[in-house]
């Protein structure tokens, strides 16, 4: 049986000396100021420099696609390391699932209807993937987000978020453990469950 875990993602700022708006991130990039060589992603409106992958994030991440690619119905695609566009974050989340498939998106990241669930995996970066990442897709509205926690060797499920609000969370939390099945739903549909042992290490 799943475990409720107590609170969930609170939104705090994030160190920054200029805030910039996603047109401004698009068009740095288009300009050649940003580059493929610089490791920052764009999170309430700060540039914050990624943390490198490890062995272990990096095949979390691969058995993380493996297990929910064999549950992804027609229609819907999985994103792995790829920008999406929100209001004041342009993140690039570990997976996203989405809808359309692997050339809906050529001319523009996924934006917030296209969303079912956004996963992130954590070894290194827990407390931002909890508070920060979690507050700014509460924001959003992303309907589902979970934390692959590779630390405490658990799922963690977000469902229900706030929306736009003074401290954006998701009102239900969830923990997952070894012996158990995380229930899997794109757009309300119920499409079966997931091992959690199919989802660690």
């Known amino acids: 049986m799943p475990m409720m875990l107590q609170g969930g993602p609170f ?3 994030i160190a920054g000396l200029h805030r910039f708006t996603v047109k401004q991130y698009h068009k740095m990039i288009a300009d050649g100021v940003l580059t493929e060589d610089d490791r920052v992603e764009l999170l309430d409106g700060f540039l914050v420099e990624k943390m490198p992958h490890d062995p272990l994030h990096d095949g979390t991440v691969q058995l993380v696609e493996a297990a929910v690619s064999t549950l992804l119905p027609n229609g819907w ?3 792995v390391q790829s ?4 209001s004041g974050s342009e993140p690039e989340p570990d997976l996203a699932l989405v809808r359309g498939n692997k ?5 523009n990241h996924p934006t ?3 969303f079912g669930i956004v996963i992130e995996v954590s070894n290194t970066t827990l407390d931002s993937d909890r ?3 979690g507050a700014i897709y509460a924001e959003a509205g992303l309907p589902e987000y979970w934390i692959v926690n590779v630390v405490d060797m658990q799922i963690e499920v977000f469902q229900q978020p706030s929306g736009p609000a003074t401290t954006p969370q998701y009102a239900v939390a969830q923990i997952y453990r070894r012996g158990d099945n995380v229930p899997f739903a794109l757009d309300g549909q119920q499409l079966g469950s997931i091992p959690v042992n199919d989802l660690l290490p």
Request: aromatic share 4%; with cysteine.
């Open 11 to 13: 939104k705090a700022p």
């Open 77 to 79: 695609c999985v994103r």
């Open 83 to 86: 920008a999406i566009t929100l």
């Open 103 to 107: 050339r809906s998106y050529l001319a």
């Open 112 to 114: 917030r209807a296209s």
């Open 131 to 133: 508070v920060d990442k």
